[in-house]
Each structure stands twice: as C-alpha cells, then as structure tokens.
C-alpha cells in the first residue's frame, strides 16, 4: 500500500500549494474537498511565498551570471595593481625614484615585494593606497610613474569596486529571499497538512484506488513501495517539469558556491603565475 509523503524541499511545498489553489478555484466551494477556511488560509499565503520563490531565482540566475563577469574584472584589476608596483620597483632600481617614495604606497622603504592582492579586501586596500600614495608623490614633486599611470589603475580599481558592489547587492537580496522562504516553511508545511488530511477525510469513505486517484488531483502525493508497481500518469510528469523554473535549495549551494570557488581557485592561479615572473623580472635586475 503507497503511504503519503508530505513536501521535503521548497519546490515541491510550492508544488503541492499550486494544485490546492488551482483546485480551489476550479472546483465550487461546495465540492471542494477541503474547507472554505482552509482555503483562505491557503490563498492569503500562497501569492507570497510564490513570489519570494520567483525573487530568489531571479537574484540567484543574475547573480550567477554577474559572477564570471566579476572574476574577469577582477584579475584586470589585480594585474594593473601588480603591473604599477612592479614599475615602482624598476624606477627605484634604476635610481629614477627614492626608495623612500614606497612609504607613499603603504609599504616599507626597503622592502621590493609585490603586494598580496589574493583576496577582494587586499585588491581594495592596496589599490587605494596606490591611487592616493601616487597622488600626494606627485603633489611633493614627484614624476608620475607610467605604464600604467595611477589614472589608468584607478579606471580598473573604480571598475572593481563597483562590480564587487553590485554583486554585494544581489547576494543580499538573495539571501533576503531565501531567509523569507526559510521563515515561510512551517506555515507552508502546516497549510498543506491540513489540506491534505481535510481532503483524505472528504474521500475516506470511497475505496482505496479512487480515494488517492481523488486526493492526488488536490496535489496529495502518494510513494509506493519498491514492491508496487504505479506508473506516472503524462499530467504528473509536467506538473513535475513545470517546477523546474525554480532553484532548488541543493543546487543554490553547489552551483553558486562551486562555481565561485572554481573562479577564485582560477584567479589565484594566474596571480600566483604572475607574481612568480614579476620577482624573476626584479631579481634578474637586480643581477
């Protein structure tokens, strides 16, 4: 005998809510198998937590597009920073520049090392050191250094800054969205219940067979056993596609995150790369 499972994931509570309000409106309050009360219940929370699931996937979908985006954006910031402070290094080599003039930059006199710019707060912090340090060198007397100037930096750094912003926005917003939805799970899940074993009392009394066929038209799912056999009827199957236009709680966290940490893991790689010629480049000169 198949048993009732109740909705275990965000899509399939809104699937199971859709079908009771689509039999709500279908069928005569005098037929329908659940109650007028339960019914309000039912309509007055349905619009909003539908809506919470179109804004989650909306922010989630331009989020995920905006992250490529990000990470292109964000190694041409870091190569014009790495690019800057190494010019900085040859002119000092050279005798073009004192090697007091590091202290503008936020670094020590003596110390030729390239700044880290492994993480967004690092990029963040030496490029506003850079830009502003440049600055006040040149008010002091200095001569600007080039290719490339602290003005073609600061394009790259605004560009950055407001990328890293923008993608800041649209994380908040989905998480607002997901902590909605987190928060709108027990009254689902108790709007459903209730549907659900009103509809089963309303069709007890009909046999077995045509008590479910009955009940699965209000979105009451029955699972059967690996020992029956029940095949899906062609309505249930695009019910079932028809969820697919939501993100699901499993694929929000491998997708998003993976996906992120495979761009990170990328950057860090051409950084890496780049920072190893850079100190060859230096400690050839200075040979």
Do not use: C
Not at 99 to 121: C, M, Q, T, V
Not at 252 to 261: F, S
């Amino acid at each position: 005998m198949p048993y009732r499972r109740l909705p275990n994931t965000d899509i399939a509570r809104l699937k199971a809510l859709k079908s009771a309000m689509a039999a709500g409106v279908e069928i005569p309050p005098f037929k329908l198998a659940f109650s007028q009360s339960t019914f309000q219940k039912l309509r007055n929370f349905y619009t909003s937590f539908e809506q919470m699931m179109h804004q989650q996937k909306a922010s989630f979908i331009s989020q995920s597009a905006k992250s490529k985006e990000l990470g292109i954006i964000t190694r041409k910031a870091k190569l014009y920073i790495s690019h800057f402070y190494q010019v900085l290094n040859f002119a000092i080599m050279r005798g073009e520049i004192m090697p007091a003039a590091r202290k503008f930059y936020g670094l020590r006199e003596n110390d030729s090392r390239l700044p880290n710019l492994n993480s967004e707060k690092n990029i963040i912090f030496w490029g506003d050191k850079l830009i502003k340090g440049e600055a006040e060198r040149i008010l002091k007397g200095g001569n600007q250094i080039t290719n490339p100037t602290a003005a073609v930096v600061k394009v790259r750094y605004d560009l950055f800054i407001e990328a890293i912003y923008y993608q800041k926005m649209l994380q908040k917003t989905t998480a607002y969205a997901t902590d909605k939805i987190s928060a709108m799970r027990a009254e689902a899940d108790n709007i459903i219940l209730s549907v659900w074993n009103e509809v089963e009392v309303t069709f007890d009394i009909l046999p077995e067979e045509a008590r479910r066929n009955k009940a699965e038209k209000y979105g009451v799912v029955y699972i059967f056993r690996p020992n029956e056999r029940y095949e899906l009827q062609p309505s249930e199957v695009t019910k079932e596609q028809e969820t697919e236009e939501f993100i699901s709680e499993a694929e929000m966290e491998k997708t998003g995150l993976q996906q992120d940490r495979k761009d990170i893991l990328e950057h860090e790689k051409s950084e890496k790369q780049l920072n190893e010629e850079l100190q060859y480049s230096i400690l050839f000169t200075k040979n």
